[in-house]
């Protein structure tokens, strides 16, 4: 079977600085680490590998230093790695980003067909959580979102079954292959890099893909194919803190004042009577 998962290089801070003139992430001089999220599908990818056989294709897209996710994705187990670079590609929103992806796995599936794509659920910088279903729906491949467990892969009926994360509760849910999956932290927990393959990591290459090599239209890439522009970046205002009551100075006093705090609110007074009186 043919495993790709997609990684993401993301910033290791929360004091991310903004271009004024794009409005999206300046990320040089910001130190960078493998989206948390990407890495559990990773260790999923590589635990299907061995319960399945098969091979893991680790890809990326970003800027040169992007290559270092990529070892990463060797050291711990995946057999070939590629790296999404090119001007052109900067600047991409989850559109613009999925479209690039897409194109990069179609060229994989000419020579390689690929059953199952991994990714993480979202990346930490910027939290949409759509750039795995965007993938799916370009592809036209099953799509499992927030997947928990992967219960089991038919080869023959080329079915895999899932179970995911709902509001309230899981669902278990089954799918015609080839599918793409987002992975909940709960799916894997990483492994450690062996020494064999960390040092295996570094000597590897890279394959690096620009454009032209993934035939992909001009307009569709970076800032050009984004049709989500960030308006206004604003820090929101600062929360004004409660009323606060002393219940050492007057006990009985502050149990009061913060009755008839709480009881000034309708709604929530409603809730708390019918729950005495219950």
């Known amino acids: 079977m043919h495993f790709v998962c997609c990684l993401k290089q993301v910033p290791d801070t929360a004091e991310v600085k903004i271009d ?7 990320r040089s001089g910001v130190e960078s680490i493998s989206n948390p999220f990407d890495i559990v599908a990773l260790e999923a990818a590589l635990r299907l590998k061995e319960r399945y056989g098969g091979q893991v294709t680790a890809l990326s897209m970003g800027p040169p230093q992007a290559e270092q996710v990529l070892r990463e994705a060797l050291s711990l ?3 070939e790695a590629i790296l999404l670079s090119d001007r052109p590609f900067a600047g991409a929103d989850t559109l613009a980003t999925s479209y690039t992806l897409a194109k990069a796995i179609e060229k994989l599936n000419r020579d390689h067909p690929v059953d199952l794509i991994l990714c993480g659920k979202q990346a930490i910088d910027g939290d949409t959580g759509q750039t795995g279903p965007g993938i799916a729906t370009r592809l036209g491949y099953t799509q499992l979102t927030y997947v928990v467990e992967v219960q089991w892969i038919d080869e023959s009926k080329r079915q895999i079954q ?11 849910i089954r799918g015609p292959l080839p599918a793409l999956l987002t992975a909940e932290l709960e799916l894997a927990k990483p492994r450690r890099a062996s020494l064999p393959l960390l040092i295996h990591s570094l000597r590897a290459e ?8 993934i035939e992909a239209e001009p307009a569709k890439l970076g800032l050009k194919g984004s049709p989500t522009w960030v308006k206004r970046i604003f820090s929101p205002p600062a929360r004004e803190g409660g009323p606060m009551f002393n ?13 008839e705090v709480l009881l000034a609110d309708k709604p929530f007074a409603a809730k708390l009577l019918t729950r005495w009186e219950g």
């Open 20 to 26: 004024p003139q794009t409005n999206t992430l300046i």
């Open 77 to 79: 187990g995946a057999d």
């Open 162 to 172: 899932v179970k995911r994360k709902v509001e309230g509760g899981v669902e278990v």
């Open 206 to 213: 890279v394959e690096k893909w620009d454009a032209r090599a």
């Open 247 to 259: 219940a050492e100075e007057n006990l009985e006093g502050a149990v009061e004042k913060s009755l």
